[in-house]
């Protein structure tokens, strides 16, 4: 069965650079939701969006932003990026079923330096 | 806001049972949901309980009692394969199913 794509796998920036993340969810998923997780630490919620259009925001940066284009893929865009970015960036998608089809992609390394 | 109380590490031996509790504090409540985890792996999800009482998925196991804001999620015949982070996660509204973890449990199975 097809997952939540998530690229690039791994990821390194500069400090004050830019980053972007993708991710493909599920085929029929309408929901997408972004989150982060530090070393040692839970996944944070950043933002979702349902239907193409923001549906909630969490903790994100100013610095960050998203969107879901009309394919329903995903972009997580991250500019003057700081140590404290670094992180794993996970993506999920659902299909408005609930927790039962809410899947994870394989996330995102992303290493600031 | 939302905050879930669960242990931070607990160790059980090959072939046994273990049990781990979760507590939440939160503005609203619609379920809670387990994830296991690996070390850099995906969350991948366990199991669900909206309601109050038990959900059986093979050898795991979770419990929900809505009045006492309190769950658990129970593994039997535990395997090596098991040593991995547990998470208990609340959704807060229909419709809106992000999640908010708690901070994870290590679990460690020895032989």
């Known amino acids: 069965a097809a997952g939540v794509i998530q690229s690039p796998r791994h990821l390194i920036k500069e400090k004050r650079e830019t980053a972007t993340l993708k991710c493909y969810p599920i085929?029929?998923?309408?929901?997408v939701y972004w989150y982060q997780q530090g070393p040692g630490q839970d996944p944070q919620f950043l933002i979702s969006?349902?239907?193409?259009?923001?549906?909630d925001k969490g903790s994100i940066p100013d610095r960050f932003s998203a969107q879901q284009f009309s394919d329903y893929h995903s972009e997580l865009n991250m500019s003057s990026l700081e140590l404290g970015d670094s992180a794993l960036y996970f993506c999920?998608?659902?299909?408005?079923?609930?927790?039962?089809?809410?899947?994870f992609g394989s996330g995102t390394r992303l290493t600031v330096v | 806001g939302q905050s879930l109380e669960q242990p931070s590490e607990v160790t059980a031996v090959e072939g046994a049972i273990v049990q781990i509790n979760c507590t939440y504090q939160?503005?609203?409540?619609?379920?809670l949901s387990w994830y296991q985890q690996h070390d850099g792996g995906a969350p991948t999800f366990l199991s669900y309980?909206?309601?109050?009482g038990l959900e059986e998925t093979g050898r795991f196991s979770s419990f929900l009692s809505r009045s006492d804001s309190y769950g658990y999620l129970l593994l039997q015949e535990l395997q090596m394969k098991d040593s991995a982070s547990y998470f208990c996660?609340?959704?807060?509204?229909?419709?809106?199913?992000?999640?908010?973890f708690g901070k994870g449990t290590k679990l460690s199975v020895i032989p």
């Open positions: 309980n909206a309601l109050d």
């Open positions: 996660a609340v959704t807060v509204g229909a419709g809106s199913y992000q999640l908010t």
């Open positions: 969006f349902y239907e193409k259009m923001q549906s």
């Open positions: 999920a998608s659902s299909s408005g079923t609930g927790p039962y089809g809410y899947t």
């Open positions: 085929p029929r998923h309408d929901t």
């Open positions: 939160t503005s609203g409540f619609y379920g």
